[in-house]
């Protein structure tokens, strides 16, 4: 089935911790997303890739990185400068070049710090 | 700068009736319009999407419309039945980037 992969589900990280949510889509899009969502809030957006090799930060980049070396990878690295990133965070991806760009999203991986 | 609002309060309605959820935004000019369900836990699913030249778009027992004038949209699902409790986010878009702002999401309860 065509879709969205995030893994791990839940993810439990110690202070000082980097850790990595894959996120892994065969709908051969080209641009890819990763929102934050705390509780009761909307979904911020943390960094956007439209192509291979190319990211944009979005609104809420600090202590956040990605990586973009295949179409259908673009991983999320919360490194230890993330003061707060206990949340539920949620992957997805779009057709660029499509009018309206509708976006599919993952399962999304709850994240905690311990 | 740029401003969606939904509802952060639960809207509860009864099962049969027509549930009507609002999306307001404010210093945002968009091109079109989504709104996805998102089930707890789960990720968002696009549901509906209007352009700015569209009055109104159905699918099934939903209805949205779009008013550029108001700022506004409804979100209308008819014959509601308790399957449809969920959170309901609205979604503003513009051509140029062709990126989408989230609204924080409306809760549906849907009681039988």
């Known amino acids: 089935d065509g879709g969205i992969t995030q893994s791990p589900k839940y993810l439990f990280r110690k202070e000082g911790q980097n850790v990595t949510l894959s996120c892994e889509q065969n709908?051969?899009?080209?641009?890819m997303y990763w929102y934050r969502q705390d509780p009761g809030q909307g979904l911020r957006l943390i960094y956007y890739?439209?192509?291979?090799?190319?990211?944009q930060k979005g609104d809420i980049a600090e202590g956040y990185s990605v990586s973009r070396e295949k179409k259908e990878s673009f991983p999320l690295t919360v490194t230890s400068a993330q003061k707060n990133p206990t949340a539920f965070y949620l992957c997805?991806?779009?057709?660029?070049?499509?009018?309206?760009?509708?976006?599919?999203f993952g399962e999304g991986s709850w994240l905690t710090v311990v | 700068s740029q401003k969606i609002e939904q509802n952060s309060e639960a809207l509860n309605i009864q099962e049969g009736k027509t549930a009507t959820l609002t999306c307001n935004y404010t210093n945002y000019s968009p091109a079109y319009l989504q709104w996805y369900r998102q089930d707890p836990g789960r990720g968002p699913v696009f549901l509906l999407l209007i352009r700015e030249n569209e009055k109104e778009k159905r699918k099934e027992r939903l209805k949205v419309t779009f008013d550029t004038t108001l700022k506004q949209s409804l979100f209308h699902i008819t014959a509601s039945q308790p399957a449809d409790s969920a959170t309901y986010l609205c979604a503003l878009g513009s051509n140029a980037g062709n990126m989408l702002t989230f609204g924080g999401g409306t809760r549906l309860m849907v009681k039988t």
């Open positions: 997805a991806s779009s057709n660029h070049g499509q009018i309206g760009n509708t976006i599919y």
């Open positions: 709908l051969n899009h080209d641009a």
């Open positions: 890739s439209q192509i291979v090799n190319d990211f």
